[in-house]
């Protein structure tokens, strides 16, 4: 996973209105916290973590979480939900947000550095 970002962490987080789904991997790309947790809990969560990257792919809530991590020092990217459809996110008859975060986290991919920081 070389050369996709000088962050220790990259954590992808498949938000929901109520409770999202996040997944974080190392540099290596070794999954080290999958956890479910209340969306409105996130910026505890982000604010207790050492900067690194976010990822979240656009959604109703994925402006305003992505404002709340970059307010406590991370990295975002907000990805397009068409492009991540190529992942296999969210696809049709297997929606399992656990699959999701993981999918979304799926290591260096050309749909992370086309979507922008949010600015």
Not at 106 to 111: L, R
Request: glycine share 10%.
């Amino acid at each position: 996973m070389a050369g996709w970002r000088s962050w220790d962490s990259l954590a992808c987080i498949d938000l929901g209105s109520k409770e999202s789904q996040v997944c974080v991997r190392t540099s290596t790309g070794d999954i080290v916290e999958e956890r479910r947790c209340g969306t409105n809990e996130l910026e505890g969560w982000l604010s207790s973590r050492a900067p690194g990257r976010v990822i979240v792919e656009t959604c109703t809530e994925a402006f305003r979480v992505a404002d709340m991590a970059r307010r406590h020092g991370h990295e975002v990217r907000v990805v397009a939900a068409t492009p991540v459809r190529a992942l296999g996110v969210g696809r049709r008859g297997l929606k399992n947000d656990v699959r999701d975060a993981r999918l979304l986290c799926s290591g260096p991919t050309p749909i992370y550095h086309k979507a922008g920081p949010v600015e």
